[in-house]
């Protein structure tokens, strides 16, 4: 048996694979954020206690003791932890906006453009750099207290071995020197960190790993792989690896991404270039902000439920009536394809004949619009894969492809697990059949007359979303 543990930011799960790749178990949990005026914030005993509880519970159901364990966690964020990984204060989430107005001083300064030259890392304000530099200057004894300003799965990775370390993938975001593979000192340098520097955990490359220490849930002595985080993580799950080729995550957030071979850093800074296992290969990724949490919020405001989506979908015709969503509803605004903090949601085209089902349906084109805009960004020409909760709902699917006008296929189950065994197995030089674990689950082929129909959907959705961008860039 394999185990690969996921901690999400909603979910922490842990599941058992065979051999083959098939599911044999999977242990999960929720954990809790705490949301109040712009700033999202997890207590990170919690989520190692959640951690610790589903890999306790799964390993005792195995009939023998795992092989391996590979861990993959949620990514940017900042989480100050002491010498032995105990908080100093609750994480902040990367969905975190207290950071908006030094962002918006680094962006006017020119900070934000030359760290992107440099990493390839668009910066949001909830990813690390601003964040340290926030609690730099107005929380600065929390930096003080630290040891280390990690990311999520490495403050478990640290608990389960004693190991400070972090990987490429995660240091991706904004430090990382993608051609020598270790931090960027000037990019640090022009975010005013230099003398926080020491705060970094130092990287592996390859995957930092050890042997599990007495008391995590799992067998002392079990080879533990921390890495990487989940997006790459899912993309290794779902078998993209060639250049061209993407995965597209419907989550709480849209996580978009394609593999390149080639490092450009001359375009609109958005976006990260996520270094990979391999080196030479990157993970060309547009995380936006846009995702499943939009849909919550159309049908919690309209009191229907989500098992209604596929019916609703089927209620409403493509178009909705004329209804139009921008589905910026996350209070820190939009981090890809474009940064732009002040991006808010606008419904267009309502009226009192609107009904429930064209919200929703105008919901879901708006999310698969925002989802097309990221994946050409990134430069997608090969073939897609998709996974995430979105992939519940078979009618949402069907209308993703035809947006997208492109076939899609849906990963197998817990992909993010799934890419966390499949990269601790190539770091302790376990073989396994990968093309047998990244089996596709099915294939789903756009219609054509949809198709059409949405392309030119598609160009309206651009000019909307260039026309409120002068007008957030105002201020209005």
């Known amino acids: 048996m394999f185990i ?14 065979d051999e083959d790749g098939r599911i044999r178990r999977v242990e999960a949990t929720p954990v809790g954020l ?48 002491d010498a032995a990984a105990r908080p100093v204060r609750p994480a902040v989430s990367w969905m975190d906006g207290r950071a908006t107005g030094l962002l918006a001083e680094w962006t006017a300064a020119g900070v934000a453009e030359e760290v992107y030259r440099r990493t390839g890392a668009a910066m949001f304000p909830g990813c690390p750099a601003p964040l340290l530099a926030w609690m730099d200057r107005y929380e600065p004894e929390s930096l003080d207290a630290a040891a280390t300003a990690a990311y999520c799965k490495d403050v478990i990775f640290q608990r389960f071995t004693g190991i400070r370390a972090t990987d490429v993938s995660d240091t991706s975001m904004p430090f990382l020197d993608q051609r020598s593979r270790d931090y960027e000192r000037d990019a640090i340098e022009a975010c005013g960190l230099t003398h926080r520097a020491g705060l970094l955990a130092p990287v592996e490359d390859p995957l930092p790993a050890g042997p599990s220490l007495p008391g995590t849930g799992l067998p002392a002595g079990t080879p533990v792989a921390g890495g990487p985080f989940d997006l790459s993580a899912c993309a290794l799950g779902a078998g993209i690896t060639e250049p061209g080729d993407g995965l597209l995550i419907i989550g709480t957030t849209l996580a978009c ?6 490092l450009d850093l ?41 098992e209604a989506v596929s019916g609703l979908l089927g209620d409403s015709p493509p178009g909705a009536h004329g209804v139009g969503v921008l589905p910026y509803f996350a209070p820190s605004g939009e981090r890809a394809p ?13 009226s009192l004949e609107t009904t429930p089902a064209d919200l929703v349906r105008a919901t879901c ?13 990134a430069g997608l020409t090969g073939e897609l894969a998709v996974c995430g909760g979105g ?19 849906t990963a197998s189950g817990e992909v993010g697990a799934r890419g966390a065994v499949l990269a601790a197995a190539e770091r302790f030089e376990v073989p396994l059949d990968t093309k047998a674990w990244t089996a596709a689950s099915a294939h ?11 392309e030119e959907g598609y160009a309206r959705y651009l000019d909307r979303v260039a026309t409120a961008r002068e007008r957030w860039g105002r201020g209005a």
Request: net charge negative; aromatic share 8%; with cysteine.
């Open 4 to 17: 690969g543990i996921d901690a999400g930011t909603s979910v922490v799960k842990a599941a058992a694979f």
């Open 257 to 262: 991404q394609v593999v390149t071979d080639r």
């Open 338 to 350: 474009f940064v732009e903090p002040a991006a808010r949601a606008e419904f267009t085209g309502v």
């Open 266 to 306: 001359d375009g609109e800074p958005a976006g990260f270039h996520l270094a990979t296992t391999r080196p030479g290969r990157w993970l060309r990724a547009m995380p936006a902000m846009v995702g499943t949490a939009a849909l919550d919020w159309t049908l919690k405001t309209t009191g229907l439920r989500h």
């Open 34 to 81: 705490e949301m109040r005026d712009g700033r999202v914030e997890q207590d990170v005993d919690a989520v190692y206690g959640a951690v610790e509880q589903v890999v306790h519970r799964l390993v005792a159901s195995l009939p023998a003791p795992p092989r391996l364990a590979g861990l993959t966690g949620q990514g940017d964020g900042l989480w100050l932890v």
């Open 365 to 377: 084109e708006g999310i698969a619009y925002a989802a097309r805009h990221c994946l050409d960004a």
């Open 444 to 454: 789903y082929e756009p219609d054509p007359g949809r198709a059409a129909f949405y």
């Open 391 to 409: 992939t519940r709902s078979e009618a949402w699917l069907r209308l993703f492809a035809d947006v997208l006008g492109r076939p899609i296929r």
